[in-house]
């Protein structure tokens, strides 16, 4: 399984990106992809993460309202749509995957299997 994220970059409090997080190698649709962001001096965090066979998903609460995350099961892609953001969402952003046994949040909580590269989100004037 190969990761890649794109979509990065450096834009002022209150403005939008979009992530994306093109898959492959994947064996069936029973997958569950997140973003993950983690800051310097920071704990690795749980953004948001959705599931590619039922489309759950979940939000950590400091992005709900901010950030949405969808996929394209056809692309094997999964977008994360970031507006309103604030200094604080300044991040290395890393979208990753697992084999769907548990729960969308569970993955979200505990981290993944395959991970990609990072992509830099920075927010500031």
């Known amino acids: 399984v190969q990761l890649q994220a794109s979509g990065g970059g450096l834009v002022q409090p209150g403005g939008s990106l979009r992530l994306s997080c093109a898959a492959s190698g994947l064996i069936s649709n029973y997958y569950v992809i997140g973003w993950f962001r983690q800051a310097p001096g920071k704990e690795r965090e749980g953004v948001s993460c959705i599931s590619l066979s039922d489309g759950v998903t979940y939000y950590v609460d400091s992005v709900k309202g901010r950030f949405t995350i969808s996929r394209d099961n056809a692309k094997n892609t999964v977008y994360l749509q970031m507006n309103s953001l604030r200094p604080e969402d300044t991040a290395e952003y890393y979208c990753?995957?697992?084999?769907?046994?548990?729960?969308?949040?569970?993955?979200?909580?505990?981290?993944?299997?395959?991970w990609g590269e990072g992509t830099q989100v920075t927010v500031s004037s």
């Open positions: 990753a995957t697992a084999l769907g046994r548990y729960s969308t949040s569970w993955y979200c909580l505990t981290g993944m299997d395959y």
